[in-house]
Protein backbone atom coordinates (compact mmCIF):
# COMPACT_ATOMS: atom_id res chain seq x y z
CA UNK A 1 0.00 0.00 0.00
CA UNK A 2 1.56 3.27 -1.04
CA UNK A 3 1.87 5.98 1.66
CA UNK A 4 0.68 9.11 0.98
CA UNK A 5 2.90 12.70 2.10
CA UNK A 6 0.55 13.36 4.76
CA UNK A 7 0.22 9.99 6.27
CA UNK A 8 4.39 9.95 6.30
CA UNK A 9 4.15 13.32 8.18
CA UNK A 10 1.64 12.07 10.30
CA UNK A 11 3.64 9.03 11.17
CA UNK A 12 6.81 11.11 11.71
CA UNK A 13 4.99 13.65 14.11
CA UNK A 14 3.44 10.88 16.10
CA UNK A 15 6.96 9.37 16.33
CA UNK A 16 8.26 12.50 17.85
CA UNK A 17 5.74 12.85 20.24
CA UNK A 18 6.06 9.56 21.85
CA UNK A 19 10.43 9.62 21.33
CA UNK A 20 9.64 13.10 23.86
CA UNK A 21 6.99 11.12 26.07
CA UNK A 22 9.36 8.29 26.32
CA UNK A 23 12.18 10.72 27.77
CA UNK A 24 9.27 12.61 30.05
CA UNK A 25 8.61 9.75 31.61
CA UNK A 26 12.22 8.79 32.03
CA UNK A 27 12.71 12.06 33.60
CA UNK A 28 10.31 11.16 36.43
CA UNK A 29 12.38 8.23 38.27
CA UNK A 30 14.85 11.25 38.79
CA UNK A 31 12.12 13.53 39.90
CA UNK A 32 11.09 10.74 42.43
CA UNK A 33 14.24 10.35 43.77
CA UNK A 34 13.96 14.52 44.57
CA UNK A 35 10.87 13.89 46.19
CA UNK A 36 11.37 11.35 48.35
CA UNK A 37 15.15 11.99 48.89
CA UNK A 38 13.58 15.88 50.38
CA UNK A 39 10.77 13.85 52.56
CA UNK A 40 13.52 11.46 53.99
CA UNK A 41 15.23 12.49 56.97
CA UNK A 42 19.11 13.39 56.45
CA UNK A 43 20.79 10.42 57.75
CA UNK A 44 18.92 8.21 54.74
CA UNK A 45 18.46 10.50 52.14
CA UNK A 46 21.35 8.89 49.87
CA UNK A 47 20.06 5.44 50.58
CA UNK A 48 16.35 6.79 49.40
CA UNK A 49 17.89 8.41 45.83
CA UNK A 50 20.09 5.14 45.03
CA UNK A 51 16.60 3.17 45.35
CA UNK A 52 15.37 4.94 42.63
CA UNK A 53 18.22 5.14 40.45
CA UNK A 54 19.14 1.11 40.91
CA UNK A 55 15.94 0.59 39.93
CA UNK A 56 16.93 2.98 36.59
CA UNK A 57 19.83 0.25 36.37
CA UNK A 58 17.79 -3.05 36.92
CA UNK A 59 14.50 -2.70 34.92
CA UNK A 60 15.94 -1.41 31.78
CA UNK A 61 17.96 -4.52 31.86
CA UNK A 62 15.31 -6.94 32.91
CA UNK A 63 12.78 -5.30 30.56
CA UNK A 64 15.40 -5.69 27.28
CA UNK A 65 15.87 -9.61 28.27
CA UNK A 66 12.48 -10.68 28.91
CA UNK A 67 10.20 -7.87 30.07
CA UNK A 68 8.84 -6.65 26.87
CA UNK A 69 8.25 -10.36 25.81
CA UNK A 70 6.33 -11.03 28.77
CA UNK A 71 4.24 -7.82 28.90
CA UNK A 72 3.45 -7.72 24.96
CA UNK A 73 4.38 -10.86 23.25
CA UNK A 74 1.72 -12.87 21.27
CA UNK A 75 1.96 -15.81 23.01
CA UNK A 76 -0.23 -15.56 25.86
CA UNK A 77 0.00 -17.93 28.86
CA UNK A 78 -3.91 -18.15 30.30
CA UNK A 79 -4.14 -14.25 29.30
CA UNK A 80 -1.71 -13.72 32.35
CA UNK A 81 1.45 -13.76 31.18
CA UNK A 82 3.02 -13.53 28.16
CA UNK A 83 6.12 -15.84 27.03
CA UNK A 84 8.72 -14.08 28.19
CA UNK A 85 11.27 -15.73 25.38
CA UNK A 86 9.81 -15.42 22.35
CA UNK A 87 11.15 -11.95 21.87
CA UNK A 88 14.30 -12.43 24.59
CA UNK A 89 17.10 -9.93 24.02
CA UNK A 90 14.48 -7.87 22.18
CA UNK A 91 15.07 -10.25 19.09
CA UNK A 92 12.47 -9.77 16.63
CA UNK A 93 11.19 -6.87 17.84
CA UNK A 94 13.12 -4.33 16.44
CA UNK A 95 14.50 -4.79 12.63
CA UNK A 96 13.35 -7.12 10.40
CA UNK A 97 15.52 -9.84 8.33
CA UNK A 98 15.72 -7.25 5.47
CA UNK A 99 17.07 -4.66 8.67
CA UNK A 100 14.48 -2.80 8.17
CA UNK A 101 12.70 -1.58 11.81
CA UNK A 102 9.65 -3.41 12.44
CA UNK A 103 6.88 -0.94 11.95
CA UNK A 104 4.59 -1.36 15.77
CA UNK A 105 0.40 -1.34 16.50
CA UNK A 106 0.49 2.69 16.77
CA UNK A 107 2.48 2.66 12.53
CA UNK A 108 5.75 4.29 13.78
CA UNK A 109 8.93 1.67 14.35
CA UNK A 110 8.17 -0.54 16.80
CA UNK A 111 11.11 0.50 19.12
CA UNK A 112 9.45 3.48 20.09
CA UNK A 113 6.69 1.63 21.65
CA UNK A 114 9.53 -0.60 23.77
CA UNK A 115 11.20 2.19 24.71
CA UNK A 116 8.09 4.27 26.27
CA UNK A 117 6.65 1.36 27.81
CA UNK A 118 10.31 0.37 29.64
CA UNK A 119 10.18 3.87 31.49
CA UNK A 120 6.66 2.66 32.92
CA UNK A 121 8.02 -0.04 34.13
CA UNK A 122 11.01 1.77 35.80
CA UNK A 123 8.66 4.29 37.55
CA UNK A 124 6.37 1.74 38.67
CA UNK A 125 8.88 0.00 40.48
CA UNK A 126 10.83 3.36 41.66
CA UNK A 127 6.99 4.50 43.58
CA UNK A 128 7.36 1.55 45.78
CA UNK A 129 10.64 2.35 47.52
CA UNK A 130 9.37 5.02 49.81
CA UNK A 131 7.67 3.23 52.32
CA UNK A 132 10.72 1.40 53.16
CA UNK A 133 12.55 4.39 53.67
CA UNK A 134 15.61 3.87 56.14
CA UNK A 135 15.01 0.17 56.83
CA UNK A 136 16.43 -1.99 53.56
CA UNK A 137 19.88 -1.78 51.93
CA UNK A 138 20.37 -1.54 48.20
CA UNK A 139 21.46 -5.33 47.62
CA UNK A 140 18.32 -6.66 48.81
CA UNK A 141 16.18 -3.73 47.35
CA UNK A 142 18.16 -4.74 44.00
CA UNK A 143 16.78 -7.84 44.56
CA UNK A 144 13.32 -7.05 44.81
CA UNK A 145 13.23 -4.67 42.17
CA UNK A 146 13.90 -7.70 39.60
CA UNK A 147 11.94 -10.17 41.58
CA UNK A 148 8.80 -7.37 41.24
CA UNK A 149 9.16 -6.68 38.28
CA UNK A 150 9.06 -9.95 36.36
CA UNK A 151 6.44 -11.66 38.88
CA UNK A 152 3.86 -8.81 38.96
CA UNK A 153 4.25 -5.60 36.90
CA UNK A 154 4.85 -7.45 33.46
CA UNK A 155 2.20 -9.46 33.83
CA UNK A 156 -0.21 -7.00 34.89
CA UNK A 157 0.77 -4.47 31.47
CA UNK A 158 0.17 -7.77 29.52
CA UNK A 159 -3.35 -9.09 31.35
CA UNK A 160 -4.15 -4.81 31.01
CA UNK A 161 -2.53 -3.43 28.04
CA UNK A 162 -1.18 -6.53 26.14
CA UNK A 163 -4.04 -8.35 24.77
CA UNK A 164 -4.85 -10.55 28.37
CA UNK A 165 -7.58 -11.16 30.59
CA UNK A 166 -8.24 -7.67 31.74
CA UNK A 167 -7.71 -5.99 28.62
CA UNK A 168 -10.66 -5.55 25.89
CA UNK A 169 -9.80 -8.44 23.77
CA UNK A 170 -12.09 -11.24 22.73
CA UNK A 171 -11.08 -13.22 25.10
CA UNK A 172 -10.97 -10.82 28.05
CA UNK A 173 -12.92 -11.33 31.00
CA UNK A 174 -15.36 -7.99 29.85
CA UNK A 175 -15.84 -10.05 26.69
CA UNK A 176 -17.05 -12.82 28.79
CA UNK A 177 -19.08 -10.67 30.99
CA UNK A 178 -20.75 -8.00 28.31
CA UNK A 179 -20.18 -9.97 25.01
CA UNK A 180 -18.01 -8.55 22.15
CA UNK A 181 -18.21 -6.83 19.58
CA UNK A 182 -15.98 -6.81 16.10
CA UNK A 183 -13.24 -8.94 18.05
CA UNK A 184 -13.22 -6.79 21.18
CA UNK A 185 -15.35 -6.03 24.66
CA UNK A 186 -19.18 -4.66 23.90
CA UNK A 187 -17.91 -2.65 27.31
CA UNK A 188 -13.92 -2.26 27.06
CA UNK A 189 -12.69 -1.34 30.68
CA UNK A 190 -10.36 1.81 30.79
CA UNK A 191 -6.55 2.13 32.22
CA UNK A 192 -5.93 5.41 30.19
CA UNK A 193 -2.01 5.54 31.56
CA UNK A 194 -1.89 3.34 34.37
CA UNK A 195 -4.36 3.49 37.45
CA UNK A 196 -4.40 -0.32 37.84
CA UNK A 197 -0.92 -1.38 36.54
CA UNK A 198 1.24 1.62 37.69
CA UNK A 199 -0.32 3.22 41.08
CA UNK A 200 -2.62 0.62 42.72
CA UNK A 201 -0.10 -2.59 41.56
CA UNK A 202 2.89 -0.36 43.54
CA UNK A 203 0.89 1.13 46.18
CA UNK A 204 -0.45 -2.23 47.18
CA UNK A 205 3.68 -3.68 47.22
CA UNK A 206 4.32 -0.79 49.14
CA UNK A 207 1.77 -1.70 52.05
CA UNK A 208 2.88 -5.53 51.51
CA UNK A 209 6.35 -4.56 51.95
CA UNK A 210 5.20 -2.07 55.06
CA UNK A 211 4.05 -5.22 56.59
CA UNK A 212 6.89 -8.00 56.09
CA UNK A 213 9.53 -5.42 56.77
CA UNK A 214 7.93 -4.36 59.86
CA UNK A 215 8.69 -0.56 61.27
CA UNK A 216 11.26 1.89 62.38
CA UNK A 217 12.34 2.08 65.62
CA UNK A 218 10.30 4.52 67.46
CA UNK A 219 7.10 4.46 64.97
CA UNK A 220 4.96 6.48 65.19
CA UNK A 221 6.24 8.52 68.08
CA UNK A 222 9.91 9.27 66.50
CA UNK A 223 8.53 9.47 62.83
CA UNK A 224 11.30 11.48 61.10
CA UNK A 225 10.57 15.12 59.53
CA UNK A 226 11.29 15.89 55.76
CA UNK A 227 14.99 16.97 55.82
CA UNK A 228 14.32 19.38 52.77
CA UNK A 229 11.13 20.56 51.69
CA UNK A 230 12.34 22.48 48.75
CA UNK A 231 13.25 19.35 47.41
CA UNK A 232 10.10 17.98 47.78
CA UNK A 233 8.64 20.84 45.69
CA UNK A 234 11.52 20.39 43.25
CA UNK A 235 10.74 16.88 42.96
CA UNK A 236 7.13 17.24 42.70
CA UNK A 237 7.38 20.25 39.95
CA UNK A 238 9.88 17.72 38.03
CA UNK A 239 7.03 14.94 38.47
CA UNK A 240 4.41 17.50 37.14
CA UNK A 241 6.44 18.50 34.22
CA UNK A 242 7.68 14.41 33.22
CA UNK A 243 3.42 13.52 33.89
CA UNK A 244 2.94 15.39 30.75
CA UNK A 245 4.21 12.56 28.53
CA UNK A 246 3.20 9.81 31.44
CA UNK A 247 -0.15 10.72 30.23
CA UNK A 248 -0.03 12.44 27.20
CA UNK A 249 1.86 9.94 25.54
CA UNK A 250 -0.50 7.28 26.53
CA UNK A 251 -2.57 8.62 23.42
CA UNK A 252 0.01 7.10 20.67
CA UNK A 253 0.02 10.08 18.77
CA UNK A 254 0.49 13.77 18.65
CA UNK A 255 -3.04 14.68 18.19
CA UNK A 256 -6.25 15.45 19.96
CA UNK A 257 -6.40 12.73 22.64
CA UNK A 258 -2.78 13.47 23.57
CA UNK A 259 -4.00 17.43 24.05
CA UNK A 260 -6.97 16.27 26.39
CA UNK A 261 -5.10 13.62 28.52
CA UNK A 262 -2.47 16.91 29.11
CA UNK A 263 -5.24 19.42 29.69
CA UNK A 264 -6.93 16.54 32.39
CA UNK A 265 -3.66 15.57 34.09
CA UNK A 266 -2.74 19.62 34.86
CA UNK A 267 -6.42 20.09 35.77
CA UNK A 268 -6.65 17.21 38.21
CA UNK A 269 -3.45 17.93 39.60
CA UNK A 270 -4.00 21.42 40.40
CA UNK A 271 -7.58 20.64 41.77
CA UNK A 272 -6.26 18.10 43.91
CA UNK A 273 -3.49 20.53 45.56
CA UNK A 274 -6.53 22.76 46.21
CA UNK A 275 -8.27 19.81 48.05
CA UNK A 276 -5.72 18.73 50.37
CA UNK A 277 -4.62 22.17 51.08
CA UNK A 278 -8.28 22.67 52.01
CA UNK A 279 -8.08 19.47 54.46
CA UNK A 280 -5.10 20.50 55.74
CA UNK A 281 -6.72 24.04 56.79
CA UNK A 282 -10.01 22.89 58.39
CA UNK A 283 -8.46 20.14 60.21
CA UNK A 284 -4.60 21.90 61.59
CA UNK A 285 -5.47 25.46 61.04
CA UNK A 286 -3.27 25.76 58.45
CA UNK A 287 -1.53 24.31 55.23
CA UNK A 288 2.17 23.32 54.19
CA UNK A 289 4.58 23.26 51.29
CA UNK A 290 4.91 19.57 51.75
CA UNK A 291 0.32 18.98 51.36
CA UNK A 292 0.59 20.96 48.45
CA UNK A 293 3.53 18.75 47.13
CA UNK A 294 1.40 15.52 48.09
CA UNK A 295 -1.45 16.81 46.93
CA UNK A 296 -0.24 17.64 43.64
CA UNK A 297 1.07 14.03 43.24
CA UNK A 298 -2.14 12.73 44.45
CA UNK A 299 -3.98 14.47 41.44
CA UNK A 300 -1.74 12.82 39.15
CA UNK A 301 -1.99 9.53 40.65
CA UNK A 302 -6.08 9.94 40.56
CA UNK A 303 -6.36 11.05 36.86
CA UNK A 304 -3.95 8.73 35.29
CA UNK A 305 -6.42 5.89 34.33
CA UNK A 306 -8.96 8.27 33.43
CA UNK A 307 -6.53 11.03 31.33
CA UNK A 308 -8.53 10.56 27.97
CA UNK A 309 -12.04 10.13 28.77
CA UNK A 310 -13.06 12.57 30.96
CA UNK A 311 -13.46 16.74 30.11
CA UNK A 312 -11.35 19.28 32.12
CA UNK A 313 -14.29 20.25 34.58
CA UNK A 314 -14.75 16.29 35.48
CA UNK A 315 -10.91 16.17 35.80
CA UNK A 316 -10.84 18.95 37.73
CA UNK A 317 -13.74 17.01 40.31
CA UNK A 318 -11.83 13.78 40.18
CA UNK A 319 -9.01 15.80 41.27
CA UNK A 320 -10.45 17.36 44.13
CA UNK A 321 -11.33 14.27 45.78
CA UNK A 322 -8.62 12.42 44.89
CA UNK A 323 -6.11 15.09 46.93
CA UNK A 324 -9.15 14.80 49.96
CA UNK A 325 -8.95 11.30 50.02
CA UNK A 326 -5.15 10.81 49.75
CA UNK A 327 -4.68 13.51 52.37
CA UNK A 328 -6.83 11.37 54.72
CA UNK A 329 -5.15 8.26 53.24
CA UNK A 330 -1.84 9.04 54.78
CA UNK A 331 -3.28 8.50 57.84
CA UNK A 332 -4.29 5.17 57.94
CA UNK A 333 -0.71 4.07 58.65
CA UNK A 334 -1.07 5.57 62.43
CA UNK A 335 -5.05 3.73 62.38
CA UNK A 336 -3.78 0.52 61.56
CA UNK A 337 0.08 0.86 62.85
CA UNK A 338 2.02 -0.11 59.66
CA UNK A 339 5.10 2.28 58.67
CA UNK A 340 4.77 3.58 55.47
CA UNK A 341 7.82 6.20 55.74
CA UNK A 342 6.82 8.46 52.77
CA UNK A 343 2.99 7.92 52.34
CA UNK A 344 2.57 5.40 48.75
CA UNK A 345 -0.32 3.78 50.51
CA UNK A 346 -1.96 7.23 51.27
CA UNK A 347 -0.83 9.05 47.48
CA UNK A 348 -0.54 6.11 45.49
CA UNK A 349 -3.12 3.30 45.82
CA UNK A 350 -5.73 5.29 47.76
CA UNK A 351 -5.69 8.17 45.07
CA UNK A 352 -5.14 5.22 42.24
CA UNK A 353 -8.52 3.38 43.29
CA UNK A 354 -10.03 6.48 43.26
CA UNK A 355 -8.91 7.54 39.81
CA UNK A 356 -9.95 4.19 38.53
CA UNK A 357 -13.14 3.52 40.13
CA UNK A 358 -14.05 7.35 40.33
CA UNK A 359 -13.62 7.45 36.40
CA UNK A 360 -16.87 5.72 36.05
CA UNK A 361 -18.75 8.41 37.54
CA UNK A 362 -17.53 10.75 34.91
CA UNK A 363 -16.34 8.91 31.60
Known amino acids: MKVTPEQTATMSGNASWMLVSAALVLLMTPALSLFYGGMSSR ?30 GTQSVGGVFANPF ?17 VGANGYANVIDIMFQLTFAVISAAIISGAIASRVKIGAWIVFVAAWITLVYFPLAH ?19 FGQEH ?4 IAPIDFAGGTVVHISAGTAAFVLALVIGRRQGFPHSNSRPHNLPLVMIGAAL ?9 GGSAF ?20 MLGWLLVERL ?7 LGASSGLVAGLVAITPAAGDLG ?21 KYTFNYDDSLDVVGVHLVAGVWGTVGLAFFA
Do not use: K, Q
Open 183 to 186: GEAA
Open 283 to 289: RDGYATS
Open 43 to 72: RSVLNMMMMSFTALGVVPVVYVLWGWSESY
Open 86 to 102: EFFGLRNSIVDVNGAYI
Open 253 to 272: SAGGLAGVAWLNTTAAAAAA
Open 159 to 177: MVWGGGVLGEGEHSLAAVL
Open 312 to 332: PVASMVLGFIGGILACFGVGL
Open 239 to 247: LWFGWAGFN
